[in-house]
């Protein structure tokens, strides 16, 4: 059951996203301050969920390597990205989502192992919280020049990998070493931590600048708040 949630919170939040870009009306103003609240929710998410948890499991150079990998892996993908699809086409925050998501998604369900409803809660609502107005931003980008049909098999292909990420984790990673899962969880780190250098932050101070700094704060402070709800 707890299982279930996640993975419908997952795909659910790509799928809206990428209905509400596509489909909806979505004004730049309010897409930026989405987008930087998301910013906000994921900076205090990579250093509590992510990085702290690495450096107990396996000491604070396996944590930093790890963290260095991932962002040089997003770096050197959202470089090509931009070189062979265009860096204005949504693909960035595509690669955003995946690169972090999965490595992230993984960890996500070995976390899940045991986990009470508060920790259910808090873990979806970050994650609903974190994708939703990313794929909207994404999927009305990229809508461009492509179908609508084929903009939003995309985004749930996208869904699809990242919930199985999920499941994949949940299933066949209990009892792996923790070496490995810290591993895991600070290459996602690193995915985060580049993918809001140049992808997240800037788009929402792009798209709206007078308010992104407001808007990333509370994002830090929804964040704060579910993670007190799962009494972390």
């Not at 999920?166 to 690193?190: D, K, M, Q, T, Y």
């Amino acid at each position: 059951m707890t299982m279930a949630i996640v993975v419908l919170v997952v795909s659910g939040a790509l799928l809206i996203g990428a209905a509400w870009g596509i489909f909806g009306k979505l004004r730049p103003g309010v897409e930026g301050f989405l987008i930087a609240v998301a910013g906000g929710s994921l900076l205090v998410s990579l250093v509590t969920e992510l990085v702290e948890p690495s450096i107990d499991e396996s000491g604070i150079w396996t944590a930093l390597a790890g963290l260095a990998a991932g962002a040089m892996v997003f770096a050197a993908v959202d470089y090509w990205i931009d070189e062979k699809v265009g860096g204005d086409s949504g693909g960035g925050l595509l690669a955003a989502l995946t690169l972090d998501g999965v490595p992230e998604n993984l960890a996500l369900g070995v976390a899940l192992i045991g986990a009470g409803a508060p920790e259910v809660a808090a873990l979806a609502g970050s994650i609903f919280l974190s994708n939703l107005p990313e794929a909207a931003g994404g999927a009305r980008e990229m809508k461009e020049g492509r179908s609508k049909a084929a903009v939003f098999g995309l985004w749930a292909a996208t869904a699809a990998l990242l919930s199985a990420a999920a499941i994949a984790g949940n299933l066949l990673l209990a009892g792996s070493s923790p070496h490995l899962l810290a591993v895991i969880r600070s290459f996602a780190a690193g995915a985060v931590v580049a993918s809001l250098a140049t992808e997240v932050f800037p788009k929402a101070y792009g798209e709206d600048r007078h308010l992104a700094g407001i808007a990333t704060a509370v994002g830090v402070c929804l964040s704060f708040a579910l993670g007190q709800l799962s009494g972390g």
